[in-house]
């Protein structure tokens, strides 16, 4: 089990750091408030979350990146859900909370907020596709 742990950090950190070099983040510098303000500047939910990916510091501070993200992919299909997809969507994110609530360290912390972030952009790209609306 403690293997399968070790392997589980390692696949995040691999994952993270193969993102980080898809693109550079464009915030004015690392600071949680020059990457909130590019994040909520992004034109859409895809782009937010690319950036989210850019710009993570693959730890805690990752949670208040990821809440931007959730919000901005919201906003495309959260107001025009029914009942049942808005449940549906809640228990993705519920999912996402018990994922790794048992881990211990900082990146399980930031892997709970990509897996929510990634939960709000699958339910954006299919409300904008129901839609016929592009990205």
Not at 25 to 36: F, G, H, N
Not at 87 to 101: A, F, G, I
């Amino acid at each position: 089990m403690r293997l399968r742990s070790c392997l589980v950090g390692l696949v995040l950190v691999l994952t993270g750091s193969a993102a980080h070099a898809a693109e550079e983040c464009p915030a004015k510098s690392t600071s949680m408030d020059d990457v909130i303000a590019v994040l909520n500047a992004a034109p859409s939910c895809d782009r937010a979350m690319q950036l989210f990916e850019a710009c993570s510091y693959g730890a805690s501070g990752d949670v208040q990146f990821g809440e931007v993200v959730e919000k901005k992919c919201e906003a495309d299909f959260l107001g025009r859900s029914k009942p049942p997809q808005k449940l549906s969507y809640r228990r993705e994110l519920r999912v996402c909370d018990r994922k790794y609530r048992n881990k211990s360290g900082t990146m399980y912390i930031s892997a709970t907020a990509f897996c929510r972030a990634e939960a709000a952009q699958r339910y954006s790209q299919r409300a904008l596709q129901a839609g016929g609306a592009g990205h």
